[in-house]
């Protein structure tokens, strides 16, 4: 298992459930110039999930969980 943490602001528990989702960010007011395309997370869920791993958010330490 590893972890990566985010040391920028708090997910709230309402966004995490979707952190996950291709396009979803959570600042729905930021373009694609300023920002992310919301790709990122997707593309690594479906990574680990092809390596018959998984990964969650935890809103507690902030971090990605993947095992």
Request: glycine share 14%; net charge neutral.
């Amino acid at each position: 298992m590893f972890a990566v943490e985010d040391t920028g602001r708090e997910i709230s528990p309402e966004h995490l459930v979707h952190i996950f989702e291709k396009f979803y960010r959570v600042d729905g007011a930021r373009s694609t110039g300023h920002g992310g395309a919301g790709l990122g997370l997707a593309i690594s869920k479906e990574i680990v999930a092809a390596h018959g791993g998984r990964h969650h958010g935890d809103e507690r330490v902030r971090a990605i969980r993947c095992s």
